[in-house]
C-alpha cells in the first residue's frame, strides 16, 4: 500500500514540469505549401501588405466566441506579433502558439488578425480607434501539435483564408477642416472680381 501511493507520488513529480506543455500549439505562418496554406493578406485596395507597417497575430479560443491572443509557452506567454515579409505573407519562427484550454492534438477555433502598426501596437488599439486599417480572416477550425513538437510538430493553419484590411477614413476633425477649406475657397472664389477683357 505504502509503496503505491510513493510510486504514485513519483509519478507526479516526474509529470508536473510537464504539464504546461499540454496544450494544442500552431505555427505562426499564412503561407505552407505543403499543407495547403497559402492565404496572403492585402489592403484596402488589394495590394498585398509588406512590411514594418502592417502586423499580424493569431487568435484562439476552444469556442468561436472566446477568442484571445495566443502565448508562446516557452517565452513567458509572450504574445507573438510579426511583421509582414513580402507578398502578403508573415511568419514566426520564435516558436508554437497554444490555445492553453485545448489539450495537445486537439482542434481549437483560430483567426489571424492583422493592422496598420502606423495607427497603433495592437489590433485592440487599432480597432478601438474605429478608423479601418484592420482586419480579420474567417474563423477556422484546425488540429493543433504540440509545443516543442513532442510528440508532434505544432499544427499549421489549414483552413487560413486570404482577407483584405478596412479602408482608413479620416477623422472627423479632418472631415471638419476639408469642408471649412472648400467653404473658404467657395467664399474667396465669389468674391474675387470678374475678369476683364479690355
Given at each position: ?81 510579426v511583421p509582414f515579409t513580402t507578398g502578403g505573407y ?18 481549437a477555433w483560430l483567426q489571424v488578425r492583422a493592422w ?22 474567417p474563423l477556422f477550425y484546425a488540429q493543433g501539435g ?53
Open positions: 500500500m505504502r509503496m503505491n501511493s510513493f510510486s504514485h507520488l513519483i509519478g507526479l513529480v516526474i509529470l508536473l514540469p510537464f504539464d504546461g506543455f499540454t496544450q494544442s500549439s500552431f505555427l505562426l505562418r499564412n503561407r505552407s505549401p505543403a499543407f495547403g496554406v497559402e492565404a496572403p493578406v492585402f489592403d484596402a485596395l488589394g495590394v498585398p501588405l509588406a512590411g514594418a507597417n502592417y502586423l499580424a497575430e493569431l487568435w484562439g479560443a476552444a469556442t468561436p466566441n472566446s477568442l484571445t491572443p495566443l502565448v508562446l509557452l516557452d517565452r513567458e506567454l509572450r504574445r507573438e506579433i508573415f511568419s514566426s519562427d520564435k516558436g508554437s502558439l497554444c490555445v492553453l484550454e485545448v489539450p495537445p492534438g486537439g482542434f496598420d502598426a502606423r495607427m497603433g501596437g495592437t489590433y485592440e488599439e487599432v480597432a478601438a480607434l474605429g478608423l479601418g486599417g484592420y482586419g480579420e480572416s504540440t509545443p516543442l513538437g513532442l510528440p508532434g510538430p505544432p499544427g499549421p493553419l489549414i483552413g487560413l483564408e486570404s482577407f483584405s484590411l478596412r479602408a482608413v477614413v479620416p477623422e472627423p476633425s479632418t472631415w471638419a477642416l476639408l469642408a471649412l477649406g472648400g467653404a473658404f475657397l467657395g467664399w474667396a472664389t465669389r468674391r474675387r472680381p470678374p475678369h476683364r477683357h479690355g
